[in-house]
T-cell receptor
Framework: GAVVSQHPSWVICKSGTSVKIECRSLDFQATTMFWYRQFPKQSLMLMATSNEGSKATYEQGVEKDKFLINHASLTLSTLTVTSAHPEDSSFYIC???????????????FGPGTRLTVL | AQTVTQSQPEMSVQEAETVTLSCTYDTSENNYYLFWYKQPPSRQMILVIRQEAYKQQNATENRFSVNFQKAAKSFSLKISDSQLGDTAMYFCASLSSGDKLTFGTGTRLAVRP
């Protein structure tokens, strides 16, 4: 159980185009999903918190108009990189939190990541 | 704000030996959680072990154990009987209110055959 998928696993696009990345919780419902960015040999940096049915909360320094997040259902959040440029090339990872998990702590389950390369 | 510091960019250990990865953190919250995550070459993040700050007893998961020193804000990971499959990046992380994970910069562990 507690599987999170991401699609696509990798994508190459031309500069100026938009790319959509999907994050799905396969066997549980997630009111909250998180989007991270990881540059080569670096740590994960939280970009935004995605809440089902409401607007995402972006971390300081993350352009909300460039990284559009939609969380339309309890099992799906999407990240759209608009007008992508080479500096947006990175590894994007999502995580999801099970709303029905008991206890004071709800574990985050991570997707396998999406590698974006912008030419 | 929370900060997590990992001062060892790279570590190496002989197979079957024991290795300890260091982590320090800073938080202003009274109740928090600490984690060690493993990221193998596949890049899939895997939870290794979790420690709840209000518990004094150190968490253990099979060959993995932590040394949680709350006063010193230290949270090290000990891997016993290291295996080749333990080769990966290891990230220390803390969880704040709002469920935001803050990660350290990571330690690359290589297990030598």
């Amino acid at each position: 159980g507690a599987v999170v998928s991401q699609h696509p696993s990798w994508v190459i696009c031309k500069s100026g185009t938009s790319v959509k990345i999907e994050c799905r919780s396969l066997d549980f419902q997630a009111t909250t999903m998180f989007w991270y960015r990881q540059f080569p040999k670096q740590s994960l940096m939280l970009m935004a918190t995605s809440n089902e049915g409401s607007k995402a909360t972006y971390e300081q320094g993350v352009e909300k108009d460039k990284f559009l997040i939609n969380h339309a259902s309890l099992t799906l959040s999407t990240l759209t990189v608009t007008s992508a440029h080479p500096e947006d090339s990175s590894f994007y990872i999502c995580s999801a939190r099970d709303i029905e998990a008991s206890g004071s702590y709800n574990e985050q389950f991570f997707g396998p990541g999406t590698r974006l390369t912008v030419l | 704000a929370q900060t997590v510091t990992q001062s060892q960019p790279e570590m190496s250990v002989q197979e079957a030996e024991t290795v300890t990865l260091s982590c320090t953190y800073d938080t202003s919250e009274n109740n928090y959680y600490l984690f060690w995550y493993k990221q193998p070459p596949s890049r899939q993040m895997i939870l290794v072990i979790r420690q709840e700050a209000y518990k004094q007893q150190n968490a253990t998961e099979n060959r993995f154990s932590v040394n949680f020193q709350k006063a010193a804000k230290s949270f090290s990971l000990k891997i016993s009987d290291s295996q080749l499959g333990d080769t990966a990046m290891y990230f220390c992380a803390s969880l704040s209110s709002g469920d935001k994970l803050t990660f350290g910069t990571g330690t690359r562990l290589a297990v030598r055959p």
